[in-house]
């Protein structure tokens, strides 16, 4: 860490700050005398340092940090790749993790039906909204438990492992149960409480990017799971808001070497949510799989002009079984399989 | 609700799609024809048409909403300002309301003084975390449960009734049981299952914006509250996500005039958490007060060198009284009063 | 067109609304009657219509277009691709346009060498700034016309078409003389009087699109090359500024699709820019291919760390050569070749 | 400037780096090592390094800068406010300056009436368009010459300073003979040759933020024009692009306390092209009061409903009469006067 001082301080208050800082951890400080700035270099475990109680010391100008405020997800302390296993199928190795499945649980024959046109085209696991956050309290909120007794019936059916959003901590332990890959929404990156609680499970959690979260704030987010425990953590990137509306977000694909360079975490892409546009998914999945992604989650419905929520970003089975096709090459190209 | 048709569609094919519009709901149609595009309004209560469900239509190029989805919290509806009492101070009237305190409650002795300070300098509310949302799971997290008992404490010192931010919907039976006015923070401002819940609650809630919210998706939170039955909501702007990076947020006080266009609820500013920048406060407060908030919360701790938290941001009990003293002539300005 | 109206409106307000309308051009008027809005459908060339001047009627509420406000680059009035030919290299065609070259042109010797490395390597235009736009005025400028003399030994000697940036109209005589692509940067791509003398001119346009530009505007700024008679627009995604500052700006790919369903121009994509990383010029090239763009345009340079500048974006000959050939595939996979 | 390294570099390399940035300037080398990361501190005239050239020298992991990188424009080096003085009419004095006008010249009765009433009510300044920037080239581009020649038969009569747009440095001679102020638009912000003609005329220059200009970027733009011997620069928060469509731009107000920290130049606010809004005006324009501005710069229209551009976010005359009435005990309570 590096902290710029104002440059007319006395001894006195240069040995106030630096006393103040040491009672903060074990740290070391070096310092260096610029023309306009004096500059303090920390040195030892800075991550448990709280840059704000450095920026607000009389005389500091500000707070620069060198080091990433994780630890768990960095890859620095864990060079190789995770790799985890659910139920046999690995996320994170050279084999590519495909998730596909409606928005919305919306019945039985929809369900199973949908979970056999896509295992049938090449996915590995099933996902579906049981629980659903909607922007308008009177849209459809999901069939909610009902939701997860279906999906369970599709997982028998199919052995597809199953992944749906859980919204809050009181279900944590149902979730647990009946669930193989617990997913975190975007809404919810930084629901703290949620992700405190999923780090006491064993559950893979897959951790969605806030639609404003920086990279490093997501890998903090996948910190609060791992620091309790719980170090599956799969990444997901779905889109940024930004001032373009013709997507509904901007999927950001520069993320994902990013993260690739930053952590040993695995990390899918979805093309669904992230454009909004079911002509889009096509594309943004061969991009994100180009670009290195461990997989994909992508919203696939057997009937999308009558799904009850985000038809207009499902593709149809038949559209799927193409994608995964035409996937092949690319994942051969960059070094992967399907 | 105007439904933009592609315009090679068949009699049939658009009676499907006029077809499927008036089983959603009880909805009028009238067409308009034009050279490359056809046009369908739609009349009727429309707040409860799912905008995606027609989106997703085969045929359908896009779907722009003409009346706000919201309801409860629409101005149109209730076109008083709504005016909320809390044991007799009362928020969104002449009045302006100072609601000051610490980032962080840290003990008994720092929270009664600064309640104190903050009352005889014109607060009449008192904030202070006691469970605070970190982005890093090794800082400080608050004194939780032992932070609201001090806070009761300082409460019956000073008479101000107290605001604090709550994080799980485990603890709604708690809150509303021991604090005044409940805060929902920026990043749960899309927290639905902890809105629902603080829904069925009396108490007050003070919900920030998120730090990506669209002042629509921040009135459409309002709404998941009041749908539940609570109407007891006010806002709070606190700065949103931006490329610029010199303040921690760039606080958006054009939110002001357009939520009291749009909305009943009062609305008031952070100035503190915005620009995240102590010497900014006074500024951006004198600012929102002129722009028409309703009022500010405000950070004040009596030691910001060695808060626990977001000292940077905090001003001192004597900048807090002469702030006080400074607004009166621009709150005379503005036809309010402090 | 689309024009919302106060329900409120007297038949003598509505009847001055309607007049307004007409004068502004040929325009039919449909009107739909909802329960709190009155909607106009106004059908005929509303592209030349100007949304502002609608807005600003007393009792109208908003306006919301439906047609795209551009004609010339729009694909509904061109549904082929446009292929531009230059020197007997096509872009947007089946083949891939691959642009590379360094930041800067330095010397003979440092340009001359890059464009036989990058000829050998695959490329098939030749890139070198001369007219540098840099942030700070006391950073290297560009060496100039001087710049664009050792451009011209460069084509010369390797017989690559040349392509650099323009940032004044005052050389638009000059460039058209000497150079076969004529780039505009992204903090020109409103600079609208530059646009218009480009537009009298025949050359091949290169737009890179503004940092802040919606997809929109951008085909609006081809707008103004194409309306003075100048088709031969090639569009450049290069990153979009948003929060997240880990890579320089956001590079946007869902733009490629978009722009492909909008428009008919041909869009490569600037992987170097985008980032401002090396690293990552290699996977975003690769996904800049699978998400359908119809080239590239890249910085390499011979010795990225004595580059004048940008050279920690910048690859070596040797990445590039490797680059190009593991593209091979992935261009093959979306039925391009290289 | 800080320079971060891997810890993993051997003497000969280190020795390497130290020996290019030697080379890139009078620049002293500080070193600490951390148990990471090395960092060197760079002590000397940092402003004039390319912190470009810096980073991409291997083994450097990233640079960062304490010192602010303009000069001219650095309140360091000139603690006074700058105040500009134009005809008499000073602009960053006690006295707040008011540049009122329409959005275009549109007629010689149109521009002198307008003259007259924004005059009569407080205006110190005229404004008014007569080269336009517009999105699309089919909407009205101004009178051009005609409107200059209008705009100075309005100064004859009302004795107001004009105040109007340059797009491009052809027209530099023309504007310094017939012009005041002359006007650089947000996206012109970054046309740097524009700014360095501009640079090398004495006129005062009010430079407005780009859509998507960090305040760092806006400064470095005045610098253009500062370090080419013109220090006439007027500074201009006329609001930034984000994610929320409501307004047009985001007004970021809390620029101006910023801005006025960073430089001594006069900052101006535009509140109406901020919001796009003429019932905005109002409230924003006491905001940028109360925060701070040294004036604005506000669209008046004698016939908004009729006006040939952004009629929208003009305020009629009697609106601005009672607005200047309104801003004179805000100016009071902030202790400028009007």
Redesign the interface.
């Known amino acids: 860490m590096?902290v710029?001082l104002q440059n007319n301080l006395s001894e006195k208050e240069l040995e106030n700050i630096k006393k103040?800082i040491r009672k903060l951890g074990n740290i070391e400080i070096?310092e260096?005398?610029?023309?306009?700035?004096r500059?303090l270099?920390?040195?030892?475990?800075t991550?448990?340092l709280?840059q704000?109680?450095i920026?607000?010391?009389?005389g500091v100008e500000k707070v620069?940090h060198?080091?990433e405020?994780f630890k768990k997800a960095n890859r620095?302390l864990n060079p190789q790749n995770s790799v985890i296993d659910i139920l046999g199928n690995k996320i994170g190795g050279k084999k590519l993790s495909i998730i596909a499945g409606p928005c919305s649980v919306e019945s039985e024959e929809q369900i199973v039906e949908i979970a056999k046109n896509v295992k049938s085209g090449g996915a590995s696991f099933l996902r579906g909204g049981a629980y659903k956050?909607?922007?308008?309290?009177?849209?459809?909120q999901g069939l909610k438990s009902e939701g997860l007794e279906l999906l369970k019936i599709a997982r028998k059916e199919t052995k597809l492992p199953i992944v749906t959003e859980i919204?809050?901590?009181?279900l944590v332990e149902k979730f647990q149960e009946d669930v193989d890959v617990i997913q975190v929404g975007a809404?919810?990156m930084?629901?703290?409480?949620?992700l405190?609680e999923l780090g006491k499970t064993n559950k893979p959690i897959l951790l969605k990017r806030?639609?404003?979260a920086?990279?490093?704030?997501l890998l903090?987010s996948a910190?609060?799971i791992m620091?309790?425990g719980n170090e599956n953590v799969i990444l997901c990137e779905r889109g940024?808001?930004?001032?373009?509306?013709?997507?509904r977000n901007?999927?950001?694909?520069?993320?994902?070497?990013?993260i690739k360079?930053l952590s040993h975490l695995p990390v899918i892409v979805d093309p669904s949510h992230?454009?909004g546009l079911?002509?889009?998914v096509e594309?943004?999945t061969?991009?994100?799989?180009?670009?290195?992604a461990d997989g994909i989650i992508v919203e696939v419905h057997n009937d999308?002009?009558?799904?009850?929520?985000?038809?207009?970003?499902?593709i149809t089975p038949k559209r799927f079984n193409k994608l995964m096709n035409?996937l092949k090459?690319?994942a051969?190209?960059?070094g992967r399989e399907i």
Chains 1, 2, 3, 4 share one sequence.
Request: one cysteine or more.
């Open positions: 590096v710029v103040k070096r260096v005398k610029g023309d306009k700035y500059i270099g920390l040195i030892g475990d991550s448990s709280d704000k109680e920026t607000c010391m009389s620069m060198v080091q405020p620095i956050p909607r922007t308008s309290p009177y849209s459809f919204m809050s901590p009181k809404r919810n930084q629901n703290f409480d949620l405190k806030g639609l404003s920086t990279i490093e704030e903090m910190e609060y620091s309790e940024i808001r930004t001032f373009e509306k013709y997507t901007t999927l950001d694909l520069s993320a994902i070497p990013a360079k992230a454009a079911w002509w889009m594309p943004l061969k991009a994100a799989i180009a670009v290195g999308p002009e009558n799904a009850k929520c985000d038809g207009a970003q499902s035409d090459d690319i051969t190209a960059v």
